[in-house]
Every structure is written in C-alpha cells, then in structure tokens.
Nanobody, 124 residues
Framework: QVQLVESGGGLVQAGGSLRLSCAASGRSFSSYAMAWFRQAPGKAREWVAT???????VYRDSVKGRFTISRDNAKNMVYLEMNSLKPEDTAVYYC??????????????????WGQGTQVTVSS
C-alpha cells in the first residue's frame, strides 16, 4: 500500500515557475515507477511525466524542455519542476505510483495509487 500527498501548487503568472512535491509513505517506494498527471476543468485527466525506478524519464510533448520530473528515494519524494508556465498548464496535478512502468504512460483505470491533487493556476 502506498499513500501519496502532493503539495506546492498555487497561482503563478505566465512564464513563472512552480515546484510540485509528492510525499510517499508505505513500503518499497524505490520499487515503484512514479508519474504526474493533470486534469483541467471540463477535460479528461492526462499524463504529464513519468520517472522509472531506474531514474529514466518520459514527458508529454507539450511539457518537454519546460518540466522536469525527479525523485529522491532516500526521502520517498517525487518532484515536478515546472518552468515557463503557460495558462494551458492550469489544472489539478496528481501524483501516481505503480510498479508497472508502462501503466504510468497514459491515464487508465488500473493505476493503483493516486494522491489527492494540488491546484496549479497560471494567469495570463
């Protein structure tokens, strides 16, 4: 069982930066791939970025070069550094965990662990 708690969201102007954090509790954090998803008002939840147990990373095209996902296994933490933010990045951001890396590359019903979300609002 893994519990996830996100923090770090807020209101920022376009072009600004935010750093999201996800604190994980439970056993064997290092055995999980971790990911960030987001959901804008009236839209489906979408995948943003994934980091594997081995630290390799994957990003959706629209955030490449602007967002960086990282993890600290010693602290059971995952981060999403977001730079050059755009109004279209406005959404609730969710942290997710799964021992199956491939399931964290798209939003689906079989992802077992989710946080409660943190709101990111980017003003123009």
């Amino acid at each position: 069982q893994v519990q996830l708690v996100e923090s770090g969201g807020g209101l920022v102007q376009a072009g600004g930066s935010l750093r999201l954090s996800c604190a994980a509790s439970g056993r064997s954090f290092s055995s999980y791939a971790m990911a960030w998803f987001r959901q804008a008002p009236g839209k489906a939840r979408e995948w943003v970025a994934t980091i594997a147990r081995g630290m390799s990373t994957v990003y959706r095209d629209s955030v490449k070069g602007r967002f960086t996902i990282s993890r600290d296994n010693a602290k059971n933490m995952v981060y999403l550094e977001m730079n050059s933010l755009k109004p279209e990045d406005t959404a609730v951001y969710y942290c997710a965990a799964d021992q199956v890396f491939g399931r964290l590359l798209t939003y689906g019903p079989n992802i077992p662990y989710w946080g409660q979300g943190t709101q990111v609002t980017v003003s123009s």
